[in-house]
């Protein structure tokens, strides 16, 4: 069992910046892919990004990528986005999910066995 708790949210304008953490419990986090999804208001759950494993394989959606950047810490058990250059669009609930095991990071969300309970990010312009 898996339990994420992500941290990190908040309010911050247009072009600012914000890093996400999602702190994991049990032994085998670092076995686990991990993904960033977000859901804003009104609309369905979206990917953001994911990380393989062992770290080394990362992807990104097409919305955020060269903006956001996702990494790890096994010797934490933590994972975490840095969002660079916000945009309102940015704005969502955003989760961390758990995909086990030895597996590479996915975008779809039916892959994963674990999610957090979320963190918002407003964006305002």
């Known amino acids: 069992q898996v339990q994420l708790v992500e941290s990190g949210g908040g309010l911050v304008q247009a072009g600012g910046s914000l890093r996400l953490s999602c702190a994991a419990s049990?032994?085998?986090?670092?076995?686990?892919?991990m993904g960033w999804f977000r859901q804003a208001p009104g609309k369905e759950r979206e990917f953001v990004a994911a990380?393989?494993?062992?770290?080394?394989?990362?992807r990104y959606s097409d919305s955020v990528k060269g903006r956001f950047t996702i990494s790890r810490d096994k010797a934490k058990n933590t994972m975490s986005v840095v969002m660079n250059s916000l945009k309102p669009e940015d704005t969502a609930v955003y989760y961390c999910?758990?995909?086990?095991?030895?597996?590479?990071?996915?975008?779809?969300?039916?892959?994963?066995?674990?999610w957090g309970q979320g963190t918002q990010v407003t964006v305002s312009s």
């Open positions: 990380i393989s494993w062992s770290g080394i394989s990362t």
């Open positions: 999910a758990a995909r086990g095991s030895y597996r590479s990071g996915s975008s779809d969300e039916d892959d994963y066995d674990y």
């Open positions: 049990g032994r085998t986090f670092s076995s686990y892919a």
